[in-house]
């Protein structure tokens, strides 16, 4: 059990560009959660898969906000076009049905 | 919308004391509640649990009531070490869907004074 990894772990931007964030979960883990933090905030849910399916996005999750997880292991978060307020910490966290998750340490956007 | 929150922002302890943190959920439907510890620049960490069918749970040095009458959960850290330093958030699920969704509240902040 290695964790839940993110990459990569800071990410400077030009407004206006396209950012892809990768989140790989523990593997024995078929629900996989992207949670957006800004500072001194809790952590904001935005989308959740069990396996392969989105199963809910919230309205945070504008348009230009999308995220896959093709074969229901790692998952991708992509920003297109990106806006100054995009800037966070993009978090990821996986689990078991039942179980806690567990968070990976996060990708930090900077939107400038 | 209900959300979850805490009452105190801060908190100051001395090490060796023991710490509540408190938090209030407004969501009489939620069942699940979860205790993260997260220190900087670092993903939110599992500290303990406790579902809606118990009052009280117990783990290494700490200790998570549930007041479902008041809607009321505390962490209780016993013994206090400088490691114990950071942001505390406390997290509630009520998502009909069994999807775990959480909510957290805004954090706070634990600084333990040598």
């Known amino acids: 059990d290695t964790g839940v990894s993110q990459n990569p772990r800071h990410k400077i931007t030009k407004r206006g560009q396209n950012v892809t964030f990768r989140c790989d979960p523990i593997?024995?883990?078929?629900?996989l959660y992207w949670y957006r933090q800004t500072l001194g905030q809790g952590p904001e849910f935005l989308t959740y898969?069990?396996?392969?399916?989105?199963?809910?996005k919230s309205r945070l999750l504008s348009d230009r906000f999308s995220a896959e997880r093709p074969k229901g292991s790692f998952s991708t978060l992509e920003i297109q076009r990106t806006e100054q307020g995009d800037s966070a910490m993009y978090l990821c966290?996986?689990?078991?049905?039942?179980?806690?998750?567990?968070f990976g340490s996060g990708t930090r956007l900077t939107v400038v | 919308g209900e959300s979850v929150g805490l009452h105190l922002p801060t908190l100051s302890v001395q090490e060796g004391d023991n710490s509540i943190i408190n938090c209030a959920y407004s969501?009489?439907?939620?069942?699940?509640f979860i205790w993260y510890k997260q220190e900087s620049g670092k993903g939110p960490q599992f500290i303990i649990d406790?579902?809606?069918?118990?009052d009280k749970r117990q783990g290494q040095r700490v200790t998570v009531l549930l007041n479902k009458t008041v809607k009321h959960l505390s962490l209780q850290i016993a013994a206090t070490q400088p490691g114990d330093s950071a942001v505390y958030f406390c997290?509630?699920?009520?998502?009909?869907?069994?999807?775990?969704?959480?909510?957290f509240g805004t954090g706070t902040r634990l600084t333990i004074i040598p």
């Open positions: 966290a996986s689990s078991r049905e039942n179980y806690g998750y567990t």
């Open positions: 593997s024995e883990h078929n629900r």
């Open positions: 898969f069990q396996n392969e399916a989105q199963l809910e």
């Open positions: 969501n009489s439907a939620s069942d699940y």
């Open positions: 406790i579902r809606s069918n118990m």
């Open positions: 997290a509630e699920n009520f998502d009909n869907f069994g999807n775990e969704k959480l909510t």
